[in-house]
């Protein structure tokens, strides 16, 4: 147990459906991050929150589409999903501080999503 | 962009043998960490590394940030059951974003 809870951990999609994954953390961190995981790829980050503002945005098709309405909480919408964005989503959190660079994230247990 | 190779991709090893695993990179970094993945879960931070040359040991796992601060290696000792499972290197530069290894699956044999 992280601190870092993921609903729901499997999801099966449509590529006509909407739906979305949630993220909380427990950890009274500052900072949330959605990362991509496909097999034998490295983790690839796609969202950072920080201080409840989107920081950085990794070239993510609009498709995606995250939400940060506090600290604690983060969303991640899902529309019109391709085959290919089936893959292992993990939310991960962190207390940044600024200008130390530290960067210790904990990670959910991830949503698995498969689009059909 | 930033890479970092993580070596070797998986290992096969008998219950009770030690395990080496290594990530390198072309840049540096001033923090290494190092994560384990069990089937169905989330990676879980096992060592955290902020200076060069810093040994840190965690229970059977030690890991070390290299002296050039572009590698950084994680060993474990006598291996047992449950230490299968995928383990990543992820290094950061400043207030960059963390970049992540591929990750080496590790196997036991009994």
């Known amino acids: 147990e992280t601190g870092v809870t993921q609903t729901p951990r499997h999801l099966v999609m449509g590529m006509t459906n909407k739906k979305s994954l949630k993220c909380e953390q427990h950890?009274?961190?500052?900072?949330m991050y959605w990362y991509k995981q496909s097999a034998k790829k490295p983790l690839e980050l796609m969202f950072v929150?920080?201080?409840?503002?989107?920081?950085e945005n990794n070239s993510v098709p609009s498709r995606f589409s995250p939400e940060c309405p506090n600290s604690s909480h983060l969303f991640l919408h899902l529309h019109t999903l391709q085959p290919e964005d089936s893959a292992l989503y993990l939310c991960?959190?962190?207390?940044?501080?600024?200008?130390?660079?530290?960067?210790?994230?904990?990670f959910g247990p991830g949503t698995r999503l498969t689009v059909l | 962009g930033q890479q970092l190779n993580q070596s070797p991709q998986s290992m096969f090893i008998q219950e009770g043998e030690d395990v080496s695993m290594n990530c390198t990179s072309s840049?540096?970094?001033?923090?290494w960490l190092w994560y384990k993945q069990d089937p169905g879960e989330g990676p879980v931070l096992l060592i955290a590394?902020?200076?060069?040359?810093e040994l840190t040991s965690n229970g059977r796992l030690t890991a070390q940030f290299g002296i050039t601060r572009k590698d950084s290696f994680l060993n474990i000792s006598a291996s047992i059951p449950s230490d299968v499972g995928i383990y990543f290197c992820?290094?950061?530069?400043?207030?960059?974003?963390?970049?992540f290894g591929k990750g080496t699956r590790l196997h036991i044999l009994p």
């Open positions: 590394l902020y200076k060069a040359g």
């Open positions: 950890l009274g961190h500052n900072a």
């Open positions: 840049s540096i970094f001033n923090t």
């Open positions: 992820a290094g950061q530069l400043g207030d960059d974003k963390i970049i």
């Open positions: 929150y920080n201080f409840k503002e989107q920081t």
């Open positions: 991960a959190s962190s207390q940044e501080v600024p200008g130390l660079g530290v960067n210790e994230q904990f």
